[in-house]
């Protein structure tokens, strides 16, 4: 089955601790994005690609980094940079101009 | 840029009953408006979507309406189910490009 498949699904991390979290999408879409929600809040944009090899910031791109070396792989790096990286982070994936936007399950990073 | 206002931020119905859930944007470029449910814990999921060429669109017991000259557009449920009570969320995007979404709303439905 087509689909998004975000890793792990609950991660603990230390201070000071980079995490990164795996996301890969079979539906051969070119975009790929990364929203963080907090709790009761909506979905703000980390950082999104529209083509391989090539990302932009979103809203809130401090103390997180990207990778897009494959068209199916959006790996998300939250770095210790990050002033507070507790919360939930979701991939997503679109065709492009069709504007369809699909969601992985969703990755929940704990710090302690 | 765009932003969308989602309006309310808690519902409660009872089961039966009818939903609605209205949003708003600022973008008069924008043309593409979907409409997700997330359960709690779980990514959101696509229920219905509608573009600016449309001004209603319906999938069995769901639909959406679209005013363009407004700049709103609203989530329809009737005869709500206890399995419909969620967090919903709306957005609104130019061609897929930077995808703006409301703040969710928390629908519950009482049995």
């Known amino acids: 089955d087509g689909g998004i498949t975000q890793s792990p699904k609950y991660l603990f991390r230390k201070e000071g601790q980079n995490v990164t979290l795996s996301c890969e999408q079979n539906?051969?879409?070119?975009?790929m994005y990364w929203y963080r929600q907090d709790p009761g809040q909506g979905l703000r944009l980390i950082y999104y690609?529209?083509?391989?090899?090539?990302?932009q910031k979103g809203d809130i791109a401090e103390g997180y980094s990207v990778s897009r070396e494959k068209k199916e792989s959006f790996p998300l790096t939250v770095t210790s940079a990050q002033k507070n990286p507790t919360a939930f982070y979701l991939c997503?994936?679109?065709?492009?101009?069709?504007?369809?936007?699909?969601f992985g399950e969703g990755s929940r990073l704990t710090v302690l | 840029g765009e932003n969308v206002e989602q309006h309310p931020s808690t519902l409660s119905v009872q089961e039966g009953d009818s939903a609605v859930i209205k949003c708003t944007y600022s973008?008069?470029?924008?043309?593409?408006f979907p409409w997700y449910k997330q359960e709690l814990g779980k990514g959101p999921q696509l229920i219905i979507d509608?573009?600016?060429?449309?001004g209603e669109k319906k999938d069995q017991r769901i639909a959406v309406t679209l005013n363009k000259t407004a700049k709103h557009f609203s989530l329809h449920i009737t005869e709500t189910q206890p399995e419909d009570s969620a967090v919903y969320f709306c957005a609104a995007t130019a061609y897929g490009q930077n995808f703006v979404f409301g703040p969710g709303t928390r629908l519950s439905v009482l049995p």
């Open positions: 539906l051969n879409h070119d975009a």
């Open positions: 973008d008069s470029a924008s043309n593409y």
């Open positions: 690609s529209q083509i391989v090899n090539d990302f």
């Open positions: 997503a994936s679109s065709q492009g101009w069709t504007g369809e936007l699909f």
């Open positions: 509608i573009r600016s060429n449309v």
